[in-house]
Nanobody, 112 residues
Framework: VQLQASGGGSVQAGGSLRLSCAAS????????MGWYRQAPGKQRELDAT??????TNYADSVKGRFTISRDNVYTTYLQMNNLKPEDTAVYYC????????WGQGTKVTVSS
């Protein structure tokens, strides 16, 4: 499974961005897809997940601001609203198909 993430960029606090992640290769049987972030000098942490039935899970820090969605078995999105400077990070998408696969990351910078 290969994952291609896109949609990162620079935005001012309070702004919005939409990240996209498309899986390719052996996509049959992909279950949970998700988004993680890694801020400079910090560990990678989970933001949101969505399973193949559409059930979602969010970190407390993004609840009410971020929305994960999925329009088919192999594409997921992360709508990020009301962005804060502390959301600045590299965002990675993941997909689980027996193993967990990671995308290359897309950088989000939020300025105050």
């Amino acid at each position: 499974v290969q994952l291609q993430a896109s949609g990162g960029g620079s935005v001012q606090a309070g702004g919005s961005l939409r990240l996209s992640c498309a899986a390719s290769g052996s996509i049959f049987g992909i279950g949970v897809m998700g988004w993680y972030r890694q801020a400079p000098g910090k560990q990678r942490e989970l933001d949101a997940t969505i399973n193949s039935s559409g059930s979602t899970n969010y970190a407390d820090s993004v609840k009410g601001r971020f929305t994960i969605s999925r329009d088919n078995v192999y594409t997921t999105y992360l709508q990020m609203n009301n962005l804060k400077p502390e959301d600045t990070a590299v965002y990675y998408c993941t997909a689980v198909r027996f193993l967990t696969y990671w995308g290359q990351g897309t950088k989000v910078t939020v300025s105050s």
